[in-house]
């Protein structure tokens, strides 16, 4: 099927089938998403139109913050203050970070290097997932997760609403120096820090057509201090606010969308999101990061080193 906004010719079986990949990647491993999107656009299906490719990336990374920022609202697992703070750096940031791409990184050649970077990043943060102490304290998370949802489960149960409300995110302070307590602790930061963090993953996400959860989650977790719990929810609200901004700022300075191609791409995405949860049972999640680190490291390769490996040894690696 031809795509003329794309400009490839590519059957829709075949992006269905990336795309239910790459949904089942992220909704298993919570990572990847926009860069998997990335090689589909790039390799798979074989676009030459980098700033096409860019909001296109972005569009398929929305489908889950939109799905589940209402969730997380709703269990009060989202801080929004800080979300709040990251979200209007990240509209400055995405509008800088799409108008120098958009001027600066206008084709494959100039764009695909730096894409190949980023892939180094998430692959070498996949690579340090993979290690012993990495994995000793998400077990550690998983074991504090599990316990607080069997708490809310009792509180449920038992019909004691005041509790619940007790154990969500709940500010008593918020301004510049925000107080809140989650689970009984009290946690504390500056809304400037999330605020210029919050610009700056935004022009990197923008600039390379990414989600950037990669960067907001090590940030939330280890320099704010924030308990995983309510990680997740905090930078996806961030993230959809940055990447819609990205996304209009791509469309205002000419950018296309080619939304026969994004509609076979979402049909696969929810497809892959769907399975991710269920086949997840069966499939160790070490195993599926260790072939994720492993594609992402090669095709890393391929986009940063591929010209002068092709140029010395006259094989092309990707």
Do not use: C
């Amino acid at each position: 099927m031809e795509f003329h906004v794309a400009g490839v010719t590519v059957s829709p079986i075949i992006i269905i089938l990336w795309m239910l990949f790459v949904g089942f990647v992220f909704s298993t491993i919570g990572a990847a998403g926009g860069i998997l999107a990335g090689v589909g656009h790039i390799t798979v299906f074989g676009m030459k139109k980098a700033n096409i490719i860019k909001p296109m990336n972005q569009i398929l990374t929305l489908v889950s913050p939109i799905i589940s920022t209402p969730l997380y609202l709703r269990e009060k697992r989202l801080v929004v203050p800080a979300a709040v703070a990251l979200g209007l750096g990240g509209i400055v940031g995405a509008l800088i970070g799409s108008w120098l791409s958009h001027t600066y990184l206008p084709d494959m050649k100039s764009y695909k290097p730096l894409f190949g970077l980023i892939t180094f990043v998430i692959a070498g943060r996949l690579w340090y997932e993979l290690t012993p102490g990495f994995r000793e304290r998400q077990q550690a998370i998983k074991k504090a997760t599990k316990a607080f949802e069997n708490r809310v489960k009792e509180l449920k149960a038992a019909g004691k609403l005041n509790e619940l409300k007790e154990i969500g995110v709940k500010f008593t302070e918020m301004g510049i120096n925000n107080t809140f307590t989650f689970a009984g602790e009290t946690f504390r930061y500056n809304a400037l820090s999330p605020f210029i963090v919050g610009a700056l993953v935004a022009i990197i996400s923008a600039a390379l057509g990414v989600g950037g959860g990669f960067l907001l989650v090590p940030y939330l977790s280890s320099m704010l201090g924030f308990p995983m719990f309510i990680v997740a929810g905090t930078s996806t609200l961030s993230i959809l606010v940055s990447s819609a901004t990205s996304i209009g700022n791509y469309l205002r300075m000419g950018s296309n969308l080619d939304f026969a191609m994004i509609g076979f791409e979402l049909v696969g995405i929810l497809i892959g999101s769907y399975l991710g949860p269920t086949l997840s049972k069966y499939i160790k999640g070490v195993y599926l990061k260790g072939f994720l680190a492993v594609v992402l490291t090669y095709i890393g390769i391929g986009y940063v080193f591929g010209p002068m490996i092709k140029a010395a040894i006259g094989i092309s690696i990707i």
